[in-house]
C-alpha cells in the first residue's frame, strides 16, 4: 500500500512541459501562418483602405477639402452623426436593460429574447427598411394616419433612426451578456440583503463592473451607425442635402461620375471608422491595465 502511494505519478505533466510542447511546432510554421494572415490583410484591408486615401487626394488637397466642405457633404456629415448620436444611447440603454434582465433573472420567454436580439445579424439591412417603409410609408400600415397628423417617418430623420437602431442592436446587448453571465448575481445579491434598492445596487455595483465592457460596445455600435447604407437608403429617399447620409452621399456621387469627390468623402468615413477603431484600442489598454 505505501509503495503505491510512494510510486511517482507520470500521467499529469508539469506546466512547463505542457507550455514547451505547445511552442514545439518549427518556427517556419509560425511564420507561415503570420505570413498568410499579413497577406490576407494587405490584400483585402490595407490595399483597399489606402486606395481610398490615395484616390481622394488624387486631385490634390484643394480638391479634397471641396468636396468634404461642400454643402451637401455637411449636410451628410450632420446627418450622419446625429442618427448616430441618438441611436447609440437608445442601444446602449436597451442594452443595458436586456443583459440585466437576461443575466440577473429567470422568466419565461428568456432564449426568446435573446433570438429577437440576434435577429438583425441574420437579417438583410434592405429588408428591414422595407418593413419600415410598409409600416410607416404613404401606403403602409400606420401611413394615412401620419398624413393626416402631417407627421413623417420614412424619407425623414426618424426613419433614418428607426433603422440604424434596427441593424445595431446586438452590438451593446451581445457585449454585456457574456460579461454580466460571468460575473454573476452574488454581489447583487449581497446588496439586497444589505438593503439596497434596485437603482442603488445597478449604478454602484453593477455598472462599475461592466463600464468597460459598455464602453467596448459603444464604440463598435458607433462604427456601425456611422456605416449603414442598406437600411437607410430604403428609408432615406436620397433627398439631397436632407436624407443622404454619408454613406449614401458617397452613392450618388460615384453614381454621378464624381470619383475623386466620392473617394474624399469615403476617405472622411473611413477616418470616422479608424478614430472608432482606436477608441476600441484605448478601451482595451485601460481594461487589461486596471484589471493587471
Given amino acids: 500500500m505505501s509503495s503505491i502511494a510512494a ?11 505542457i507550455r514547451s510542447n505547445v511552442r514545439s511546432e518549427p518556427a517556419w510554421i509560425r511564420w507561415l501562418l503570420i505570413g498568410i494572415a499579413l497577406a490576407f490583410l494587405t490584400l483585402f484591408l490595407f490595399i483597399p483602405l489606402g486606395t481610398v486615401f490615395y484616390e481622394g487626394l488624387k486631385k490634390g488637397v484643394s480638391a479634397y477639402f471641396a468636396a468634404v466642405t461642400h454643402e451637401d457633404a455637411i449636410d451628410a456629415i450632420k446627418l450622419t452623426l446625429l442618427a448616430t448620436a441618438i441611436a447609440v444611447p437608445l442601444n446602449a440603454a436597451f442594452g443595458l436593460a436586456a443583459a440585466w434582465a437576461i443575466t440577473k433573472f429567470e422568466f419565461r420567454g428568456k432564449q426568446l ?9 441574420s437579417v438583410s439591412p434592405v429588408i428591414s427598411g422595407l418593413v419600415y417603409m410598409l409600416m410607416f410609408g404613404a401606403q403602409g400600415w400606420f401611413g394615412p394616419w401620419l398624413i393626416e397628423h402631417d407627421l ?3 424619407f425623414a430623420l426618424p426613419g433614418i433612426v428607426l ?3 434596427f441593424v445595431t442592436v446586438p452590438f451593446i446587448a ?8 460571468a460575473q454573476g448575481k452574488s454581489q447583487e445579491e449581497a446588496a439586497a440583503t444589505l438593503g439596497a434598492g434596485g437603482f442603488q445596487t445597478f449604478w454602484l455595483i453593477t455598472l462599475p463592473r461592466v463600464k468597460w465592457g459598455l464602453l467596448y460596445g459603444v464604440v463598435l455600435c458607433t462604427a456601425r451607425a456611422m456605416g449603414e447604407f442598406g437600411a437607410v437608403s430604403v428609408v432615406s429617399g436620397h433627398i439631397r442635402g436632407a436624407t443622404n447620409t454619408m454613406t449614401l452621399h458617397v452613392e450618388i456621387l460615384y453614381n454621378e461620375y464624381q470619383f475623386s469627390a466620392a473617394f474624399a468623402v469615403a476617405s ?10 482606436a477608441a476600441k484600442s484605448y478601451i482595451e489598454w485601460k481594461h487589461a491595465r486596471e484589471i493587471a
Avoid: C, G, W, Y
Fill in 7 to 17: 510510486a511517482p505519478n507520470h500521467s499529469i505533466a508539469p506546466p512547463s512541459a
Fill in 113 to 121: 429574447l435573446i433570438t429577437l436580439i440576434d435577429l438583425p445579424f
Fill in 152 to 154: 413623417k417617418v420614412v
Fill in 163 to 165: 433603422a440604424t437602431i
Fill in 174 to 181: 451581445r457585449e454585456l451578456i457574456p460579461l454580466m453571465e
Fill in 268 to 277: 472622411l468615413l473611413a477616418s470616422l471608422a479608424l478614430l472608432t477603431l
